[in-house]
């Protein structure tokens, strides 16, 4: 049983000339390997991403359900981004 499959990809001409390059470059053998480890890296921020969902906003939101009061409002926080923008801009 095969262990792949064959598509057919339509790319825009920019990726398209990329994509040869690497090939060209010898960074990888063919056009296949190039698409295949562009997909792994997707998968790789995908699995990142749904990690960082689970453990910190889930546990940000588990403690904010839990304590509202800790919470800041829309004001609040651009107050807090200005102070931090001005601190990070004045000159010693």
Do not use: C, H
């Amino acid at each position: 049983m095969r262990t792949t499959q064959q598509f057919s990809v339509t790319l825009p001409n920019e990726m398209a000339d990329m994509v040869r390059a690497k090939v060209s470059s010898g960074e990888y053998a063919s056009e296949s390997e190039v698409i295949r480890d562009g997909l792994r890296a997707l998968q790789a921020r995908d699995q990142a991403l749904e990690k960082w969902l689970r453990t910190e906003v889930a546990a940000a939101y588990d403690e904010a359900k839990a304590n509202p009061s800790s919470l800041i409002d829309g004001e609040q926080v651009r107050e807090r981004l200005a102070q931090l923008r001005d601190r990070s801009t004045k000159r010693p």
